[in-house]
């Protein structure tokens, strides 16, 4: 936020723009999709966007100063709502998708529109969204619907059908640095950090703030080094480190399946933004195994995900994982 209350949203000029002559020419879509990698500001600009429609000053919107953009930026403006998150992977249960459709009913408080905002919503249920679907596709003239998601993929086609869709960028490495600057850590922290995420300002900034993170990446980064060269013993001493915590090793497994993720876009020749913690790595694997024997990697550690779900010890975990990965 900066001192006007205006969330301020990185890079991005183009989309801004965007929606600006969207609201000038009164055409805002009354369902909008923000996608992009986590991390690069997509609830941010959510909540810009929701500024920009409820703004009383039209010709600046959204100014940061008046009082519905004062309230949108504390999230506790009547006419903002978020879907609540439930269950274990944070999906929306078909419960919140109808008490939002009866909110949706409701006339606004404040001024023009209501706001429904459903962020993270790569977990929302097939159920759940087909709920949502008549809301979706004759909304009543008052109501906007806002989704987050890391991918267009996460929502039906027929929902997805009924919606704009805009890509929220990461930032250059430079804007990025400069952001991570105004946030308080120096250069020299900044550039390490973008090192590792590039332009993402959002894992950047965990990164920084988050020693427990920092630990994840060395390891996510070592782990990978470690496959690049067929190192068994080592892999299964930084795995059988991070098992100590459950929640450790989840995110340490995390941040190496992007890292087989990058490996698998690098040796297809795709252009797709890179998602994981250390681009050398990713390359050394990319270079050792075809994209087939990474894909195959990458169900392993799903294959690790659903025992540690599944209440299966953590080093009995790992163990299984190395000797999957090993045979790859
Ligand atoms: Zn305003």
Aim: net charge negative; hydrophobic share 45%; proline share 4%.
């Amino acid at each position: 936020m900066n001192t006007n209350g205006i969330p301020e949203v990185a890079g991005n000029a183009a989309l801004l723009r965007e929606l600006r002559l969207m609201k000038t020419g009164a055409h805002l879509p009354h369902a909008l999709l923000l996608h992009g990698p986590a991390g690069c500001g997509k609830k941010l600009l959510a909540k810009w966007f929701s500024m920009l429609v409820l703004c009383e000053h039209a010709s600046e919107a959204p100014c940061g100063i008046c009082r519905n953009c004062r309230l949108i930026a504390e999230e506790a403006h009547p006419d903002v709502l978020y879907a609540e998150h439930s269950g274990k992977k944070g999906g929306f249960s078909v419960d919140t998708v109808r008490r939002i459709r009866g909110e949706a009913a409701i006339l606004p408080n404040n001024g023009d529109m209501r706001i429904f905002l459903f962020t993270d919503a790569d977990e929302m249920s097939i159920q759940a969204q087909n709920a949502l679907l008549k809301s979706v596709e004759e909304p009543p003239a008052h109501a906007c619907f806002v989704f987050t998601a890391e991918t267009v993929g996460a929502l039906l086609p027929t929902l997805l059908s009924r919606m704009t869709a805009e890509a929220v960028c990461p930032v250059t490495t430079a804007e990025c640095e400069a952001e991570l600057c105004k946030a308080g850590f120096s250069a020299a922290e900044a550039q390490s950090a973008s090192a590792r995420f590039g332009g993402n300002i959002g894992k950047c900034l965990n990164y920084l703030r988050d020693a427990a993170m920092q630990q994840a990446v060395e390891t996510a980064s070592a782990l990978t080094e470690a496959l690049a060269v067929q190192n068994e013993y080592e892999m299964l001493r930084l795995l059988t480190a991070s098992a100590s915590d459950k929640d450790t090793l989840r995110q340490t497994l995390s941040l190496f399946d992007l890292q087989l993720r990058d490996a698998a876009v690098l040796s297809l020749e795709g252009d797709l933004p890179r998602l994981g913690c250390d681009a050398p790595a990713a390359r050394a694997l990319a270079a050792k195994y075809s994209p087939r024997r990474l894909m195959k990697m990458h169900g392993a550690v799903t294959e690790a995900f659903a025992d540690l779900d599944g209440n299966v010890g953590a080093v009995l975990t790992v163990s299984a994982l190395t000797a999957a990965l090993m045979a790859c």
